[in-house]
């Protein structure tokens, strides 16, 4: 199940520059700071707890405030052109090792 939330405005992004920074609040009071590049998150796997959603293709940012509000995640095949919005509020526990 995706949580559709808007993300709160704690998840602050740096004003320019093609590196993200966010707090990802899992759990309350528990928030996680990462700071990568978006390039290096594309193609990235993003699982449900049903299995595979798709791969992360691009992201939305707020124009005003540089959050980043979406992840853009392609979950067709190589012959469907589907894309859904993921909220960053809801990736639970993202793998930056892999």
């Known amino acids: 199940m995706v949580n559709n939330e808007i993300p709160p405005k704690s998840m ?3 004003p320019t ?3 993200s920074a966010f707090r990802l609040q899992t759990e309350p009071g528990k928030e996680t700071e990462m700071f990568r590049s978006t390039n290096e998150l594309k193609g990235y796997q993003v699982l449900a ?7 992360v293709n691009n992201f939305l940012f707020d124009d005003e405030t540089n959050i980043m509000r979406y ?3 392609d979950t067709g095949g190589w012959l469907s052109d589907r894309q859904v919005l993921i909220s960053p509020v809801a ?3 993202p793998d930056l090792d892999s």
């Open 91 to 93: 990736i639970e526990q």
């Open 71 to 73: 992840l853009v995640v």
């Open 12 to 14: 602050e992004n740096p």
């Open 17 to 19: 520059g093609t590196r």
């Open 49 to 55: 707890t049903d299995g595979e959603c798709g791969t």
